[in-house]
């Protein structure tokens, strides 16, 4: 068996599931116990860091009962994430776990991740001569972040069905297939009433976060947008970017060419990928100011309904009355506009 310090640093592991069936304490014990008040404590930090930060973050697992508070803390975060019912906070929360796992993988050793691999459903293979790592290139299409160039097949070694990548690849990839497996449990799960109870006010205090977060989102102004006048198209592709999902990159190409074409500055539009738990401002400003046209001579037109509709980002279900008359999404941005003007 893994020793503590591994299972309190990764504890989705099965073997942390495990430890804690043989090991934990009762529900009812966890929930109430004043020995478990430090593992309460962190759950619910685990959870505001998530919010917070994008990442739910590190403590001390110097000794046996920082590991053992670390290990239990995890089901108590889960649980109050599943009481909070809101799909944002449950993704965000995933991806915290992801990015805290990814951190801490880059400094384990290969075989490790590749374990970490398996019990992932990643079929990967250390290639000890040359130091590198071989998925099932399925896997890795599953797992990749493609819209990024590096990542792109055609960029990539394959070789009899086999992608190579460094271990440093494999971390990412495994990020991706933690938050995702981590996001479905977590949707999949009911709420249990006696967490509600003995969480109410965290509870509470996130459903708030969460609603103020939204609020702004759909009502201020970024520069000279307005949020809620967007079609349904370019605010799905917003909230799927907010919640640190895999868009992909026919997705934040007409994002991009349509704030563009807003006359938003390059500036202005980092800001709005800036609430991404996944932003990183140096590839984001290097592919917009690739759409725009700052870093190359061509700026490219933002995208119409039909193309929009062919790649498959046309959300149809939620086309409203406007959608039905336009051809651009410019064109019902601006409709948007002139109806508020004739409302005053
Ligand atoms: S019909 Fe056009 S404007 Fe409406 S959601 Fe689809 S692409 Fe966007």
């Not at 990764?10 to 529900?27: C, H, M, T, W």
């Not at 944002?88 to 290969?110: C, T």
């Not at 949707?187 to 976060?209: G, T």
Request: with cysteine.
């Amino acid at each position: 068996m893994r020793d503590l310090s591994t299972l309190a640093k990764y504890p989705f592991l099965n073997e942390a599931r495990q430890y804690i069936k043989d090991n934990g304490p009762s529900v009812t014990e966890l929930l109430e116990g004043l020995l478990y008040e430090r593992s309460r404590t962190i759950g619910i930090e685990r959870l505001d860091n998530a919010l917070k930060n994008g990442n739910v973050g590190n403590r001390s697992l110097a000794s046996k009962s920082d590991r053992m508070m670390e290990i239990f803390s995890y089901p108590l975060a889960r649980m109050v994430a599943v009481s909070v019912g809101d799909t944002y906070f449950k993704r965000r929360y995933a991806l915290g776990e992801a990015i805290h796992a990814y951190g801490n993988l880059l400094n384990e050793r290969p075989s490790f991740l590749i374990e970490v691999s398996e019990e992932l459903q990643i079929n990967a293979e250390y290639v000890e001569n040359v130091g590198n790592i071989k998925v099932f290139f399925k896997d890795y299409l599953r797992n990749a972040p493609t819209r990024y160039k590096k990542w792109k097949m055609v960029n990539r070694d394959i070789d009899g069905g086999y992608v190579h990548i460094s271990v440093r690849d494999l971390a990412r990839l495994i990020l991706e297939s933690l938050r995702r497996r981590i996001e479905e449990e977590l949707e999949s799960r009911k709420s249990n009433k006696a967490i509600e109870k003995a969480f109410s006010s965290d509870i509470k205090r996130f459903q708030n976060m969460v609603n103020v977060h939204k609020k702004k989102m759909e009502a201020a102004p970024v520069g000279k947008l307005s949020i809620e006048k967007l079609p349904p198209c370019m605010k799905d592709i917003l909230a799927a970017i907010q919640a640190g999902e895999n868009v992909p990159h026919m997705g934040r190409f007409a994002l991009v060419s349509f704030l563009n074409s807003l006359q938003l500055s390059t500036n202005e539009i980092l800001k709005i990928f800036s609430n991404a738990p996944d932003y990183q401002e140096d590839r984001t400003r290097y592919q917009v100011d690739h759409i725009t046209g700052a870093s190359s001579s061509t700026s490219y037109k933002s995208p119409g309904c039909e193309k929009m509709r062919t790649y498959g980002i046309c959300p149809v279900d939620k086309m409203d009355e406007l959608c039905r008359e336009v051809y651009h999404p410019l064109t019902y941005y601006s409709a948007k506009w002139r109806q508020e003007k004739n409302k005053k």
